[in-house]
């Protein structure tokens, strides 16, 4: 995917793109916080709603979309291409493209993280960091 020169990149945190008044032809839902229902009203006539993360409720709004309506669900897979990860890379280094990383864990308390990302709480990305053995891993995430 490539971004446009007139695109924009909205923080859900910050913004209430919803009810701003906006029309936008993509809506790229990365966390899945939004329900398609919530965000039609802001799609173009064409527009698409975008999920990288989703359940079985979304790919049944993906299949009925694709049916009726011209505003449709798209859910998302990915398969990467060593060159897609270099262009990601070059956006990084570019500073264009930021991770939002909300907590890390280590990896001894990776079912602590399991348990936080269910509480559907999450405001970024969760971490699990792999440290050298001898390491003290929980003193860093205190």
């Not at 998302?76 to 291409?81: F, G, H, I, M």
Request: charged share 25%; with cysteine; aromatic share 8%.
């Amino acid at each position: 995917m490539r971004l446009e020169e007139n695109s924009e990149v909205i923080a859900y945190t910050k913004s209430a793109f919803t009810e701003n008044g906006k029309t936008y032809d993509v809506i790229f839902d990365i966390l899945g916080r939004r329900s398609f229902s919530r965000c039609k009203h802001a799609l173009t006539a064409n527009g698409i709603y975008l999920l990288a993360s989703f359940r079985v409720p979304q790919l049944w709004q993906m299949l009925t979309t694709a049916m009726k309506g011209r505003k449709k669900v798209v859910c998302a897979l990915s398969a990467e291409t060593p060159a897609d990860l270099r262009y990601i890379g070059e956006l990084v280094e570019a500073g264009k493209l930021k991770t939002i990383i909300d907590k890390r864990f280590p990896l001894a308390l990776t079912a602590d993280a399991h348990r936080y990302l269910e509480t559907g709480q999450r405001a970024g990305n969760v971490v699990i960091a792999v440290t050298p053995k001898g390491t003290n891993p929980t003193t860093r995430f205190a």
